[in-house]
């Protein structure tokens, strides 16, 4: 076969340009530490990644969500807690009441504590959270949920707030003054001082004050329940979203990341390839029959 | 006498194969040189030996391979430009900025955190300045694109005009070849020339070149359309297209007539062509229909709501002309979050999430996010696609080109090899004449 100089230069620049855009390729890969430099590279993982990178935000902001959900719980669980403690003395305050032999005057100092507990009972279902916004009043959160009185007010709701803290799982992120029944509770402090204030006592007034009250510790319980099973639940979802998360990174990592020695090793190879062939051509260009002449 | 003649018609022959060899010899890189050969026949005179002639210097070149040279040549030149503009768009696709798919989960991030407490002014800020980013992503990508159309288009105006450049030269060209062969002249050089301008000519579309051995030369596009018939040349216009600012038709205007030109012409034009038209301009749809649909459905949203205010809610997006923006004149207050107007109420906020895994039809039933995903996957396949298609085209066009410099091009061994030969000749011819004269003197001294 007749062999060109040209053909002899083609193949020559046509394999050291090949061998350096591999090169190229190679040293963005090593610096990067990721194997794929441009989509084309695999386009099926370079979709799958970012499917992978969303699920990853998406993973971040449930587990965010989550925690913001907890707190605000366990925001709730202290007052609730307040409110449980409050019902408790109440409880002992009317059974001593109840006890038929007391003074007038004993009965009084019953009234003043009973006084006192209802303004802890009112500061406490009117509590705020961080963001300045009551608490209690369901979603009409710039409402006081109860006045000095003990009145409910009118303007609050018991509507529910929802927050996602995962695929199609969504979560109630407000507790209500229904739910801890607070008319009931305020209506039984009230009948209960008014019982005791009146002359003669009102015994089975307050005998009705009493049985209303263990109505409303029961209900208390029953909610902090609730809160408690909330706070588990969601330390579980936690867990769970925490691991598919792990396991995305992982799966990321599989996609992406470059094995370095692998890639060291193809480094050397082109290396040996590209001086072989530099070496090869500077000889093969040096022989000519012109050095002959 | 005709010693003198026959060694002198040698020393003349080698003189001009001489000639021949120190030409290869100084051509031996130029581009598109087909070498040549002097090629001798004996001549005989009334009394028999008359010595030797140069009877023709032939330009060693097989027009098979030529044409193939340059079929192979619109096939590369195609598949190198669309290989170059997806690489370039896929570059644009996977930058980091203008990942759609980020931007989206992130503004839907922002809205899901905002329901643990609607009217928290931080979670609000956020979500405006969620919202911003947003746009800036959207915007950043769709201009990146449009700039690339609008790269393609200045690449298809220059390309018309270096190419009605080059059918006018192909065409002055041919007339010398004609003029010059007609008076039996030497056409090697000028048809060397001619040959690579076709084969430029065939790197910007499918050409069917038709050439005759008197130098005559017509050329027509794929689909018939004629650029040269003898002395008449055709020139490319464009014609721009109502919507499409940055397509346009191509037509060919020979002698007065105008012939419109399809979408599968070849070449590099072809390939600008099917880029703007199967590439950008979908893409630049699809963006255009996610942020009509971000827009749109996010504000209705919003406008069944109230705000902190208690009014009804303030478009958060506008979208106009293909760009997508914040309402620079909302405040974080005056988003509507609340479906009844109670300032704790995030029912419209859940209803902004849900459009975040809603199938939307005119993405063709798939959600926001996934329709990034779509483009980037087909921009990645048709990429790789064009890649191995470049890859396999160009060994094909080096193979061609091989077997031409194989044939045509110059080999310097072989050179020297024949400028010894030829030298040797020469000497022993001039060797003759001196030994004629030799015997010219022998004879005239014996008198």
Redesign the interface.
């Known amino acids: 076969?007749?062999?060109?100089?040209?053909?002899l230069n083609?193949?020559m620049l046509?394999g050291m340009s090949k061998s350096n855009t591999e090169l190229s390729t190679l040293l963005q890969q090593m610096y990067s530490g990721e194997k794929i430099t441009?989509?084309?590279?695999?386009?099926?993982a370079?979709?799958k990644l970012?499917?992978l990178?969303?699920t990853q935000?998406?993973l971040?902001?449930?587990i965010?969500?989550s925690e913001?959900?907890k707190s605000?719980f366990q925001r709730y669980e202290g007052h609730t807690e307040t409110i449980e403690n409050g019902l408790q003395s109440a409880n002992e305050l009317l059974l001593w009441g109840l006890n038929g032999t007391l003074s007038d005057a004993d009965r009084s100092g019953i009234v003043i504590e009973l006084e006192a507990l209802k303004e802890t009972m009112q500061a406490t279902f009117n509590a705020k959270?961080g963001?300045g916004?009551y608490i209690f009043?369901?979603?009409?959160?710039?409402q006081p949920p109860v006045d000095s009185s003990g009145t409910i007010n009118p303007a609050i709701?018991s509507?529910t707030?929802?927050?996602?803290i995962g695929d199609g799982i969504?979560m109630t992120?407000?507790i209500s003054l229904e739910k801890l029944d607070a008319q009931a509770i305020f209506d039984m402090l009230d009948d209960s001082i008014a019982a005791l204030k009146s002359s003669p006592f009102e015994l089975t007034a307050l005998q009705g004050a009493h049985d209303s009250l263990l109505t409303s510790l029961n209900n208390v319980s029953s909610t902090q329940a609730y809160i408690g099973s909330q706070i588990n639940h969601i330390d579980r979802i936690v867990d769970t979203h925490s691991d598919t998360e792990l396991f995305a990174q992982k799966l990321e990592g599989d996609l992406k990341n470059l094995n370095y020695d692998e890639a060291s090793l193809k480094f050397d190879s082109f290396v040996t390839a590209l001086e072989a062939t530099q070496k090869t051509y500077a000889q093969i260009s040096s022989l000519?029959?012109?050095n002959?002449? | 006498m005709s010693m003198y003649s026959i060694a002198l018609s040698g020393a003349n022959a080698n003189r001009t194969s001489l000639n021949v060899t120190a030409q290869n010899i100084a051509n031996?890189?130029t581009v598109g040189y087909s070498?040549q050969q002097a090629t001798r026949s004996s001549i005989s005179g009334a009394n028999g030996l008359a010595g030797v002639e140069v009877s023709s210097i032939r330009r060693v070149a097989d027009e098979f391979l030529i044409s193939q040279l340059s079929a192979s040549n619109t096939v590369l030149g195609e598949s190198d430009y669309t290989a170059s503009s997806?690489?370039q768009l896929?570059?644009i696709?996977?930058a980091d900025g203008f990942?759609l798919?980020?931007g989206l989960?992130?503004f839907?991030?922002g809205i899901?955190?905002a329901?643990?407490?609607?009217?928290?002014n931080v979670f609000r800020q956020q979500v405006l300045s969620d919202g911003q980013a947003l746009t800036q992503r959207f915007n950043g990508l769709s201009n990146a694109i449009t700039a690339q159309q609008q790269q393609l288009s200045n690449d298809r105006e220059m390309t018309v005009s270096d190419t009605n450049g080059l059918l006018e030269n192909i065409a002055t060209s041919s007339k010398a070849i004609m003029n010059i062969k007609g008076s039996g002249g030497d056409t090697a050089t000028l048809e060397d020339e001619r040959d690579l301008m076709i084969s430029e000519l065939a790197k910007v579309f499918t050409v069917n070149v038709d050439k005759d051995s008197n130098g005559q030369l017509q050329l027509s596009m794929a689909n018939g359309q004629p650029l040269l018939i003898n002395a008449s040349v055709a020139t490319l216009s464009t014609k721009s297209l109502d919507g499409e600012p940055y397509q346009a038709a191509l037509e060919v205007n020979f002698n007065g007539q105008k012939f419109p030109l399809g979408d599968n012409i070849g070449g590099e034009l072809g390939a600008m062509q099917n880029a703007q038209k199967n590439d950008l301009q979908p893409i630049l749809a699809s963006l255009d229909a996610m942020a009509e649909i971000i827009s749109k459905e996010v504000n209705g949203a919003l406008a069944d709501g109230f705000d902190l205010n208690g009014k009804s809610g303030e478009p958060l997006f506008a979208y106009e002309g293909g760009s997508l923006t914040i309402n620079p004149l909302i405040q974080a207050n005056q988003l509507a979050f609340?479906s009844?107007g109670?300032?704790?109420?995030?029912d419209v906020l859940?209803k902004i999430?849900a459009l975040s895994s809603t199938d939307f039809s005119e993405l063709g039933n798939i959600t926001l996010?996934e329709a990034?995903?779509a483009i980037?996957?087909k921009?990645?396949?048709d990429?790789?696609q064009a890649?191995a298609d470049l890859a396999s085209n160009t060994g094909l066009f080096?193979q061609i080109?091989?077997s031409r410099?194989?044939?045509?091009?110059?080999?310097?061994?072989?050179e020297?090899?024949n400028?010894?030969t030829y030298a040797n000749a020469y000497e022993a011819n001039m060797k003759v004449i001196s030994t004629a004269n030799q015997m010219f003197n022998t004879i005239i001294s014996a008198f």
């Open positions: 076969m007749r062999v060109s100089d040209s053909h083609n193949i046509t441009k989509v084309s590279d695999d386009p099926v370079s979709v970012l499917g990178e969303k935000v998406e971040d902001q449930y965010n969500n913001a959900i605000e959270n963001e916004s009043s369901g979603t009409a959160i710039d709701n509507e707030r929802e927050t996602a969504s992120n407000n000519s029959l012109f002959q002449l | 031996a890189d070498r997806l690489s896929e570059n696709i996977g990942n798919s980020a989960t992130q839907f991030a899901s955190e329901t643990t407490a609607p009217e928290s609340s009844d109670a300032l704790g109420n995030g859940n999430s996010s990034f995903s980037t996957g921009i990645a396949i990429s790789r890649q080096n080109q091989a410099d194989n044939l045509s091009g110059v080999n310097s061994d072989e020297a090899a400028l010894m």
